[in-house]
């Protein structure tokens, strides 16, 4: 079982509001990654990490950042949250083997976030 | 940019009876990982293949990687309810950043009893 975490695990908020989604990992995983995925649809890449320090934009464009101060804790923070916000947040992370370009990414149980 | 397309949407199929989704990429990719996400859960990992024609069996799953590393197959042998959720492929391509991943538009599986 993967030991990854987020909290809250259901979040009303009103416009205008500043939010933190909480991600942390016990694993030691030096990669960790923000998703955003409306219901029933794919999975998009708005944040990832490879370490203490760095962290890169994905593909799709968001308004939230990130920071990983921490190798465990990766948070993402919406300054000013707006009903567009709305959808599901997902962590995962992964750990970087020798010799292995690609490993499997653990996930957390997500954020479903909706903005009044 | 990349994209990774799967067919079908969605499937619905009779409990016992067989179910395959299509994963299909529009660069070559460097390997391709298969996710399960069971409805209402978040995705569990599957499997990764990564040389040209592989094929590997999980029990009753069977997973293809094209010779060309721009297709990829899943293939459910007398689904079980159990079976239900969505399958999702997703890619890694050459010379991209390490484990990043671009996730496929996933199959919703229904199994009736």
């Known amino acids: 079982e993967a030991d990854i975490y987020q909290t809250p695990r259901y979040l009303v908020i009103g416009t205008g509001k500043k939010i933190t989604l909480e991600c942390s990992q016990t694993m030691g995983h030096d990669k960790m990654y923000w998703y955003q995925q409306d219901p029933g649809m794919e999975l998009h890449l708005i944040h990832y990490?490879?370490?203490?320090?760095?962290?890169e934009k994905g593909d799709l464009s968001s308004e939230s950042t990130v920071s990983r101060i921490r190798t465990e804790h990766f948070p993402l923070t919406l300054e000013s949250a707006r009903p567009s916000h709305t959808s599901q947040y997902l962590c995962a992370s992964s750990e970087t083997r020798a010799g292995v370009g690609y490993n499997e990414q653990f996930f957390g149980p997500g954020t479903r976030l909706t903005v009044l | 940019g990349q994209q990774v397309m799967q067919i079908p949407q969605y499937q619905h199929v009779q409990e016992g009876e067989d179910f395959t989704t299509y994963c299909n990429s529009s660069?070559?990719?460097?390997?391709i990982q298969w996710y399960k996400q069971r409805p209402g859960g978040h995705p569990v990992f599957l499997i990764q293949l990564v040389k040209s024609g592989e094929v590997k069996k999980q029990k009753r799953l069977t997973f293809q990687f094209g010779e060309a590393k721009k297709n990829s197959s899943l293939h459910i042998t007398a689904t079980q309810t159990t079976d239900v959720g969505t399958y999702f492929c997703?890619?890694?391509?050459?010379?991209?950043?390490?484990?990043?991943?671009?996730f496929g538009t996933g199959t919703l599986l229904a199994v009736q009893p």
């Open positions: 997703a890619g890694g391509s050459y010379g991209g950043a390490t484990n990043k991943l671009i």
């Open positions: 660069t070559t990719l460097s390997n």
């Open positions: 990490s490879y370490g203490v320090n760095s962290t």
